[in-house]
C-alpha cells in the first residue's frame, strides 16, 4: 500500500517572491498532483516507459520537494550533523535519483484513484503545515495522505508525506539505519550509488 501510494506524496520559485504572491499549500499540492495525473490520464502507454516516467517526476513532482530537509530528517540530525558538506551534498544527489526511480515506478501502477481534497485551513502566520486528502481507488478504498510543508522565503515545499499515517522519512530513516550504522552518511551514500546503478542497468537491459 505505501509503494502504491507514494506517488501522490508529492512550487518551488527559482528567486524570492512577494508574500501575497506566495501560492497556498492546498494549492499547490493541487497543482502537483494534477500535474502528475492528467499526463498519465491522457496517455496510458507512457506508464511502459521508464524515461517518460522519469521525466514526468522530475518535472512534477522534483520541484516541489525540499531535498536538503528530506535528506536531512531521513537521516536524522545525529549523522547529518557528523558528515561533511560535500557528503551531504553526495546524499542529497544519490537520493534524489533514488526516489526519482521509486516515484517512477509507482507512478506507472496508475489505475485511475480519485482524489479527495479534504478543507485546508491555517494560520495567517503559521511556517510548517499539513494537506489531507483521501485517495479512493475503484474499489472504494480509501487511503489518507497527508502532506507536510514548509514556508521558505521563496514560498512552501513538500518535505514529508503521511499515508495512513505512516511517513514517508520515518520509513527511509528505517530502511536506511543499518548503512548508517554501519558507517555514517559516507556509507549510505555509496549504498544508494550501488543501487542506483542496479536499477539504472536494468532499465536499459
Known amino acids: 500500500m505505501f509503494g502504491r501510494m507514494l506517488f501522490l506524496s508529492l512550487l518551488l520559485f527559482s528567486a524570492s517572491v512577494p508574500a501575497e504572491n506566495i501560492v ?11 500535474d502528475v495525473l492528467t ?67 509507482v507512478i506507472a501502477q496508475y489505475t485511475d484513484q480519485t482524489i479527495l481534497y479534504l478543507p485546508f485551513r491555517m494560520q495567517p502566520d503559521a511556517k510548517d503545515v499539513k494537506v489531507k486528502t483521501v485517495v479512493m481507488d475503484p474499489r472504494n478504498e480509501s487511503t489518507e495522505l497527508d502532506y507536510k510543508l514548509k514556508k521558505m522565503d521563496a514560498g512552501w515545499l513538500i ?29 549510505l551514500v555509496r549504498v544508494l550509488h550501488e543501487k542506483n546503478l542496479k536499477v539504472e542497468a536494468s532499465r536499459r537491459s
Open 24 to 34: 497556498s499549500p492546498d494549492a499547490i499540492v493541487k497543482q502537483m498532483v494534477d
Open 39 to 105: 499526463p498519465i490520464r491522457r496517455d496510458q502507454d507512457m506508464t511502459h516507459d521508464p524515461q517518460k516516467m522519469d521525466a514526468l517526476v522530475d518535472a512534477s513532482i522534483f520541484p516541489r520537494l525540499d531535498f536538503v530537509r528530506l535528506s536531512q530528517l531521513t537521516v536524522g540530525k545525529k549523522y547529518w550533523g557528523s558528515a561533511s558538506p560535500e557528503t551531504r551534498e553526495q546524499l542529497v544527489s544519490e537520493y534524489h535519483t533514488f526516489l526519482r526511480h521509486v516515484f517512477a515506478d
Open 159 to 187: 518535505y514529508d508525506v503521511e499515508i495512513d499515517n505512516m511517513s514517508v522519512i520515518r520509513v527511509y530513516h528505517s530502511n536506511f539505519s543499518a548503512a548508517l550504522s554501519h558507517g555514517g552518511v559516507s556509507h
